[in-house]
């Protein structure tokens, strides 16, 4: 079912997308090299912790994942780009990892993602990030009351293909509220003018990701880490956002 909220409702998940950017923001600083993924995890349950927040990932277990997911972040690095379970794993210089976190505050959830460099970056996965940029900023550009999940969709495979990308559709964005997956599914690729139509307080994650030279994917034997098939490195990035009569509310923006 798709839930809408009101301008009291929004305002209200407010918090929880704050709080998501900060944590993000945090993980981001501490990425260096010789830090361990355990510590990244620590540290994100530490300040969930403090804050009173609930997480989304410890006790997630849908249907494709091999068992609860026990971590409260997904750090995937290198060709790993979706899903990575924290793991006894020390950074290294010229590591490309990505930080997904979703927690609910308040009843509220926000979810959002980040990818960053550690030490010295290489220039191809510094591009890459920006792609992956690229196109999150173009579908929020889109995302307006009167146009379809489509358009969405459409925006960020237009952008990766401009760069000669290869587009993965099986996981995309999602709808959020009570509960962090809801519908409706945000494909990262589609045909404009097709799909749900956007509303005023409909909120929904979109989170394009890339991947080098593949869009072929594999799952570890952990059930949850998924890898590109070829070995190449991958980049994700989101953001919970909300549809209103006139821009749409990025609600987890990191300043």
């Known amino acids: 079912m798709i839930e809408l909220l009101t301008?009291?409702?929004?305002d209200e998940m407010r918090p929880a997308g704050k709080f998501v950017g900060e944590v993000l923001t945090a993980l981001s600083e501490a990425a260096d090299v010789g830090v361990n993924l355990l510590e990244l995890d620590a540290l994100a349950h530490d300040m969930i912790r403090k804050r009173g927040a609930e997480s989304c990932y410890?006790?997630?277990?849908?249907?494709?994942?091999?068992?609860?997911?026990?971590?409260?972040?997904c750090t995937s690095v290198n060709d790993a780009v979706l899903h990575g379970l924290p793991h006894d794993y020390k950074l290294k210089d010229g590591d490309l990892a990505s930080f997904d976190f979703a927690v609910s505050?308040?009843?509220?959830?926000?979810?959002?993602?980040?990818?960053?460099?550690v030490g010295t970056p290489r220039d191809e996965d510094v591009q890459l990030i920006a792609h992956a940029q690229e196109a999150l900023d173009?579908?929020?550009?889109?995302?307006?009351?009167?146009?379809k999940v489509g358009d969405i969709s459409a925006a960020i495979g237009e952008v990766g293909r401009s760069h000669g990308l290869l587009v993965n559709t099986q996981f995309g964005g999602h709808g959020v509220g009570r509960t962090m997956h809801g519908d409706p599914h945000v494909p990262n690729d589609g045909r404009p003018g097709r799909g749900f139509a956007l509303q005023p307080g409909l909120v929904i994650a979109i989170e394009p990701w890339f991947l080098h030279t593949t869009d072929e994917i594999v799952?570890?034997?952990?059930?949850?880490?998924?890898r590109s098939a070829d070995g190449s490195r991958g980049a994700h990035v989101e953001h919970t956002i909300a549809i209103t009569e006139g821009d749409p509310i990025v609600m987890t923006a990191r300043t």
């Open 7 to 10: 301008p009291t409702q929004l």
């Open 138 to 147: 173009a579908a929020i550009a889109v995302a307006r009351a009167g146009n």
């Open 105 to 117: 505050v308040d009843g509220w959830v926000c979810d959002s993602a980040v990818s960053v460099t």
């Open 219 to 226: 799952m570890d034997p952990d059930g949850w880490t998924i």
């Open 58 to 73: 410890i006790d997630y277990h849908p249907s494709f994942g091999a068992m609860p997911f026990g971590k409260v972040l």
